[in-house]
């Protein structure tokens, strides 16, 4: 059986680097993916990525929208839609980091969450969850998405 590859989409022309697509059905498979493109950096720096899904909930792509310091980074929404549209995504989920372990979203989470799900909901890609995550643990917004 063929085994089909989620690939890396970036703003620019680079070759990424495909990994297996995976279905996601909890928050914890979500957390499970991305952990793989975070590294020792976890806790150094804050990094934001996003996970595209088709319409069964299987990854098929993924890219870093966005790195910057210890305490935040900046996250441009039309990024984000540049992305999803590209890859014809039909659900995206956030995931980001806290170096300091605090799993509490800030209010500028809140907000880019908010702006984006209105958004993607503009386009019909659904905001499905969106992550924080720390060295050991995680905070899924999933209920407050979805209500």
Known sequence: ????KAFEYYIGKREGTAVNRTKITEPGDANKFVRQFYHDDLGVYESFFIMLLDRRNT???????????????????KIILKLA???LASGVIFVHNHPS?????SAQ??????KAREALKLLEINLLDHLIISDANKH??????NE
Do not use: C, F, H, R
């Open 1 to 4: 059986m063929e085994v089909k």
């Open 59 to 77: 990854v098929t792509g993924w890219a870093k929208i966005s790195q910057g310091g210890i305490a935040g980074t900046v996250v441009d929404l």
């Open 85 to 87: 549209v590209d890859s």
């Open 101 to 105: 372990g605090n799993l509490e979203p």
């Open 109 to 114: 989470d809140i907000s880019i969450t908010n």
């Open 140 to 145: 899924s917004y999933k209920s407050i998405i």
